[in-house]
């Protein structure tokens, strides 16, 4: 771009910037001309009782110094503006918290040191958050108290009843060793409830199989009681057979004596021989009656059909 071009339209700018000026100073001193007018004599007997030059020059300084630092001045006539508005809001309190602090005061003279006051309020300042912990415990409780408030009108009055009712019943020291052994064993009621809540999905996840299961189950008994009630009365045959110490003992040491690799075979001529053998003739009569009591089952469950 040419630097002529350059060069106007800066001076172009720079009086359009003179013109707002120069129009701004117009308006600001058309609005201060009345206040000049009711000021200025004001200022002139000021200045006139000013005799020494170095006043005259404190004052001009001053006057910069404050138009230098209308900003400041703005935001402290702020804060003054809204200290006298919480005064005004505090004043009625006051006059009525005042005097009975100021006697509450008098009253307690002598009764305190100063220095445990002081000690008071910076606990209370360290302390804070703990005040804020305790007032959000205090709004829970209450928050409870309101949900157990309907429930304790309906059951405090019947517990009333019924302690009324077991008057001379019981035994206070009772009651309280029951209360401390409930509170010391408080874990243990938690390991058996959570036990006990364990149980209850354990049953809710075996209830559908014992719906499948279970008819099929009590009709195979339903089917096997009659040789359940064989089995029975052979388990009852086998329970009233008596046996000593000392024949068990003889019985277990003949059991250990016997040694299968010393058998030997035996024919014909040695079985008849064998017969003749008392031992053999004792477990030749066993295994008979065995025998017998097998078939006259079996008869019994042919001629019963």
């Given at each position: 771009?040419?630097?002529?071009?350059?060069?106007?339209?800066?001076?172009?700018l720079s009086n359009e910037i003179q013109s707002l000026k120069a129009g701004v100073l117009a308006e600001l001193k058309q609005e201060m001309m009345p206040i000049v007018h009711q000021t200025g004599p004001l200022v002139s007997d000021c200045l006139s009782e000013l005799d020494q030059e170095q006043r005259?020059?404190?004052?001009?300084?001053?006057?910069?110094?404050?138009?230098?630092?209308?900003?400041?001045?703005?935001?402290?006539?702020?804060?003054?503006?809204?200290?006298?508005?919480?005064?005004?809001?505090?004043?009625?309190?006051?006059?009525?918290?005042?005097?009975?602090?100021?006697?509450?005061?008098?009253?307690?003279?002598?009764?305190?040191?100063?220095?445990?006051?002081?000690?008071?309020?910076?606990?209370?300042?360290?302390?804070?958050?703990?005040?804020?912990?305790?007032?959000?415990?205090?709004?829970?409780?209450?928050?409870?108290?309101?949900?157990?408030?309907?429930?304790?009108?309906?059951?405090?009055?019947?517990?009333?009843?019924?302690?009324?009712?077991?008057?001379?019943?019981?035994?206070?020291?009772?009651?309280?060793?029951?209360?401390?052994?409930?509170?010391?064993?408080?874990?243990?009621?938690?390991?058996?409830?959570?036990?006990?809540?364990?149980?209850?999905?354990?049953?809710?996840?075996?209830?559908?199989?014992?719906?499948?299961?279970?008819?099929?189950?009590?009709?195979?008994?339903?089917?096997?009681?009659?040789?359940?009630?064989?089995?029975?009365?052979?388990?009852?045959?086998?329970?009233?057979?008596?046996?000593?110490?000392?024949?068990?003992?003889?019985?277990?040491?003949?059991?250990?004596?016997?040694?299968?690799?010393?058998?030997?075979?035996?024919?014909?001529?040695?079985?008849?021989?064998?017969?003749?053998?008392?031992?053999?003739?004792?477990?030749?009569?066993?295994?008979?009656?065995?025998?017998?009591?097998?078939?006259?089952?079996?008869?019994?469950?042919?001629?019963?059909?």
């Amino acid at each position: 771009m040419d630097e002529a071009l350059i060069l106007e339209k800066l001076d172009n700018l720079s009086n359009e910037i003179q013109s707002l000026k120069a129009g701004v100073l117009a308006e600001l001193k058309q609005e201060m001309m009345p206040i000049v007018h009711q000021t200025g004599p004001l200022v002139s007997d000021c200045l006139s009782e000013l005799d020494q030059e170095q006043r005259r020059d404190d004052l001009v300084h001053f006057m910069r110094s404050l138009v230098l630092n209308v900003e400041t001045l703005n935001s402290l006539l702020t804060t003054a503006k809204g200290a006298m508005e919480l005064k005004n809001e505090i004043e009625p309190i006051a006059k009525l918290v005042v005097p009975g602090a100021l006697e509450l005061f008098s009253s307690l003279e002598g009764q305190f040191n100063a220095d445990d006051v002081v000690a008071l309020i910076r606990n209370s300042i360290g302390n804070i958050q703990h005040f804020n912990t305790a007032i959000t415990m205090l709004k829970a409780g209450m928050e409870l108290k309101d949900e157990i408030e309907p429930i304790a009108k309906l059951v405090v009055p019947r517990l009333l009843e019924t302690f009324t009712e077991l008057e001379g019943l019981y035994d206070g020291d009772e009651i309280t060793a029951l209360l401390r052994n409930t509170l010391s064993n408080v874990h243990n009621f938690n390991t058996a409830l959570t036990m006990l809540k364990a149980g209850m999905e354990l049953k809710d996840e075996i209830e559908p199989l014992a719906k499948l299961t279970l008819p099929g189950i009590i009709e195979f008994f339903n089917e096997m009681s009659g040789m359940l009630k064989v089995a029975g009365a052979a388990a009852e045959a086998v329970k009233n057979l008596k046996c000593s110490d000392a024949q068990a003992e003889a019985m277990s040491a003949v059991i250990r004596g016997i040694d299968l690799s010393k058998s030997n075979r035996i024919g014909p001529v040695g079985a008849v021989k064998k017969l003749y053998d008392p031992k053999v003739q004792e477990a030749l009569g066993i295994i008979f009656t065995m025998l017998e009591a097998v078939g006259a089952i079996s008869q019994a469950h042919r001629d019963n059909q």
